[in-house]
């Protein structure tokens, strides 16, 4: 498997805006996984903005992953969903997901969590944060060893999570992470998103 980028969505936006920017942002390069993640919003307009956001990923073959709720994952048939430590416990998640659905699991900096969640099934495990970020006050640091040491363990992707750019991805890509998860380097590059997007398409497939 390639490595791969996985999208999570600006923590608030216009919709009617952001669907036009996220279809150009799609379509500038290779995007794998969109998450939707509000963490502000009630549950109506997560529903709202899923009606109009999961057809514009789905239609590209790109998976799309709701942030923390598998209740509505589920509801608005979307193709994942991802939990935290404290959010949904991983069992709960996939009862209500279904087998085939993606639950994949914030795992921090532990190996501990990790391979419990790699254990129980998740479908992939997350490690972060990596660099500082704009996004989420982060509850761990992650270093570079842990993806090294994961994926020379174990079958389970990893993603890399938290303050990653195109300019400070690589180490991470060399550790051997599956993912990259970007949220401000993608929506706040100083030359927009699509640009964004086609710099790490070309860092992914260098
Ligand atoms: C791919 C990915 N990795 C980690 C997170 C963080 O999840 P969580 O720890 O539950 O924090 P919130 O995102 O809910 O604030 C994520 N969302 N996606
Ligand atoms: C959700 C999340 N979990 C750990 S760091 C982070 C924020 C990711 O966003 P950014 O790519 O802007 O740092
Ligand atoms: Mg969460």
């Given at each position: 498997?390639?490595?791969?980028?996985?999208?999570?969505?600006?923590?608030?936006?216009?919709?009617?805006?952001?669907?036009?920017?996220?279809?150009?942002?799609?379509?500038?390069?290779?995007?794998?996984?969109?998450?939707?993640?509000?963490?502000?919003?009630?549950?109506?307009?997560?529903?709202?903005?899923?009606?109009?956001?999961?057809?514009?990923?789905?239609?590209?073959?790109?998976?799309?992953?709701?942030?923390?709720?598998?209740?509505?994952?589920?509801?608005?048939?979307?193709?994942?969903?991802?939990?935290?430590?404290?959010?949904?416990?991983y069992k709960k998640a996939r009862e209500?997901?279904?087998?085939?659905?993606?639950?994949?699991?914030?795992?921090?900096?532990?190996?501990?969590?990790?391979?419990?969640?790699?254990?129980?099934?998740?479908?992939?495990?997350?490690f972060g944060a990596f660099y500082p970020?704009?996004?989420?006050?982060?509850?761990?640091?992650?270093?570079?060893?842990?993806?090294?040491?994961w994926t020379s363990m174990f079958e389970?992707?990893?993603?890399?999570?938290?303050?990653?750019?195109?300019?400070?991805?690589?180490?991470?890509?060399?550790?051997?992470?599956?993912?990259?998860?970007?949220?401000?380097?993608?929506?706040?590059?100083?030359?927009?998103?699509?640009?964004?997007?086609?710099?790490?398409?070309?860092?992914?497939?260098?």
């Amino acid at each position: 498997m390639t490595q791969q980028l996985y999208l999570i969505t600006p923590p608030k936006f216009d919709l009617d805006e952001f669907a036009k920017t996220l279809a150009n942002t799609l379509d500038a390069g290779d995007v794998s996984c969109v998450q939707l993640r509000l963490k502000e919003a009630s549950d109506d307009e997560i529903r709202k903005a899923c009606a109009v956001l999961r057809p514009i990923v789905q239609d590209r073959d790109i998976a799309f992953v709701l942030n923390d709720n598998p209740t509505l994952a589920k509801e608005l048939a979307c193709d994942g969903v991802h939990v935290g430590q404290e959010d949904t416990p991983y069992k709960k998640a996939r009862e209500i997901m279904g087998k085939d659905a993606i639950v994949g699991m914030t795992c921090h900096d532990s190996k501990h969590m990790a391979m419990v969640a790699g254990e129980q099934g998740a479908d992939y495990v997350a490690f972060g944060a990596f660099y500082p970020t704009q996004t989420k006050e982060p509850k761990s640091k992650a270093e570079p060893w842990i993806l090294e040491w994961w994926t020379s363990m174990f079958e389970v992707p990893c993603v890399a999570i938290g303050g990653i750019t195109d300019e400070n991805a690589t180490p991470l890509l060399e550790a051997g992470a599956d993912f990259i998860a970007v949220c401000g380097g993608v929506w706040d590059h100083p030359d927009g998103p699509e640009e964004a997007v086609k710099k790490f398409t070309a860092l992914l497939n260098s």
